[in-house]
């Protein structure tokens, strides 16, 4: 697991946020494809990972909105070699994000990225909408 501090800016997750367009119900939350990334996190990744292709969802989870525990492998065996969270904003309550059983703490803009075979999950949203950005690596 690696903790990426201020992978993108405050402007740039709010930008991502307003990028939105059409989320659909997935699950216990809502999830985007439709919505535009800055080309600095492309930059950022491709240097950090430069054999890896991100692609992702903006998930966004209303109160009592979560996500049960699961691998990311599920339905993608072998394809997926990384996966990433980066908190895109702070207004919400609840909300937690734990990477087996440790709770990560991320502030905005930050991101931790792990492997996609560790159980992981949201615990239920209490107040306000917690966004995120999910991107998994392919190779």
Known sequence: MRL???????????DIIFS??????????LECTNYR???????SMN?????INWKGAVQIYNKDDYFEPHRDTVGYPNYRILSMTVCLN???????????SEKITLEIGD???FKP?????????TKGTRYSLAMWGYE
């Open 4 to 14: 990426i501090k201020n992978l993108l800016s405050t402007k740039q997750c709010k």
């Open 47 to 51: 240097s950090k990972y430069p054999t």
């Open 37 to 43: 990334l800055p080309i600095e996190l492309y930059e």
């Open 20 to 29: 939105v367009k059409e989320p659909y119900r997935r699950q216990d939350r």
């Open 117 to 125: 075979r560790e159980i992981h999950w949201v615990t239920p949203v």
């Open 111 to 113: 991101a931790v990225v």
């Open 90 to 100: 702070d207004e919400y309550k609840g909300g937690k994000f734990f990477i087996d």
